[in-house]
């Protein structure tokens, strides 16, 4: 599979392909590639870590022409972390190659950014609000664009987005190609055709072919809301626990922090509301194990990829499946193992029990128990509960 799938790829992609490791595509990444390659629009959804940015990366790269100094690839991200992880994964793979990108986010000093667009980037990676700014500006010409990426493209229709995307989209030429990835479903997909003006193709990697949910571990404790902070202090006791916590709202979140701070465990916070400098020292401790939990918002931590995230906690109980499995692929990306803990309540099982039951995955009910987690199959008596 592995030399089919890079036959059509350049010898240096190959050769990054091998030092990074990998040994088949993913699920998404065979079904996507070759319509890519052919210039097709696309609505792409696949679980959180199943390789959405390299499905779209390695075939845009393979299509920009090295000798054209216009920009050729514009590529959108509702955040500031995902611009930059994006960013990086174009570096990584334009290694050795003439190819330039550059990366454009809101609250950053623009004059620095538009001496960025003077080194003549052919791939562009931004925010829509900042990428919008410097087209209004004269700054960032797309009539030579060739492809426009919407990554999170959920979050980029959203009622934030949906505006400024669709005039970046419009100031282009009308044969651009244009691709929409996303972990969850689209809504509103007759946007995607008002904005291009013909039939995108639809393609989905379902749940159960994801790499992400079969890799890690999946387990729920029962805690009623109450008991949750004492549970959570106890996890962050375990030996190397690196984990990204999912509290539904910023005051319950703060709530929290102020508690676990109060007990000596080493937390950190990711929110909305924090500057992009206090956002970029917490995701730098939790990567460097400096802290053991951070607790984040699902605004927040979209599009994150936190290298050695062992854990990830459903402290608040996800809103639907979707929730789930997006807040879930944080951790286990790319076929590195993981866990997945859901605090539920006895009220809320059922519903866990529908998600395991639709995944086709076994979400097993634990306590903590001398520092560990050991699986179960009596429930706790009332009042005897994970404390």
């Known amino acids: 599979m592995k030399k089919t799938f890079l036959a059509n790829f350049n010898a240096n992609t190959q050769k990054i392909w091998d030092q990074s490791s990998f040994t088949e595509p993913t699920s998404i990444q065979e079904a996507v590639i070759s319509s890519i390659m052919d210039g097709e629009d696309i609505i792409a959804k696949s679980p959180t870590g199943t390789g959405k940015t390299l499905a779209y990366l390695l075939p845009l790269l393979e299509k920009i022409d090295e000798e054209n100094s216009s920009i050729q690839t514009v590529i959108l991200a509702p955040s500031r972390e995902l611009v930059m992880q994006i960013y990086q994964e174009v570096q990584k793979w334009t290694k050795g190659t003439d190819i330039r990108g550059a990366s454009f986010v809101g609250g950053a000093n623009i004059k620095r950014q538009i001496e960025k667009l003077k080194t003549r980037p052919q791939i562009v990676i931004g925010s829509p609000g900042r990428i919008l700014e410097l087209i209004k500006l004269k700054k960032l010409k797309m009539h030579e664009v060739k492809s426009i990426v919407l990554d999170e493209g959920d979050q980029l229709l959203n009622e934030e987005h949906l505006n400024t995307v669709r005039t970046i989209v419009k100031s282009s030429m009308n044969d651009r190609q244009l691709l929409l990835f996303s972990a969850t479903s689209i809504k509103e997909s007759d946007q995607i055709k008002a904005m291009i003006g013909r039939e995108p193709q639809f393609m989905t990697v379902g749940q159960v072919q994801s790499q992400a949910v079969y890799r890690t571990e999946h387990l729920y404790l029962l805690a009623e809301p109450r008991d949750r902070a004492k549970l959570l202090q106890k996890i962050a006791a375990m030996n190397e626990v690196k984990a ?144």
């Open 244 to 387: 990204l916590v999912f509290v539904r709202d910023r005051g319950n979140m703060n709530v929290l922090y102020e508690k676990l701070k109060y007990e000596n465990v080493s937390v950190g916070l990711l929110h909305s509301e924090l500057s992009k400098r206090e956002r970029e020292l917490a995701l730098t401790a939790l990567r460097k194990g400096d802290i053991t939990l951070l607790l984040a918002t699902d605004i927040a931590a979209r599009g994150l990829d936190i290298e050695g995230l062992t854990h990830v906690i459903h402290y608040d109980f996800p809103k639907d499946l979707d929730q789930y499995i997006h807040r879930s692929g944080r951790t286990g990306r790319m076929g590195n193992a993981g866990t997945v803990v859901s605090f539920v309540t006895p009220r809320q099982e059922r519903e866990l029990k529908k998600f395991s039951k639709e995944l086709k995955r076994p979400i097993k009910l634990n306590r903590v128990y001398k520092g560990n987690f050991v699986e179960t199959s009596q429930k706790l008596k009332e009042g005897k509960r994970d404390k």
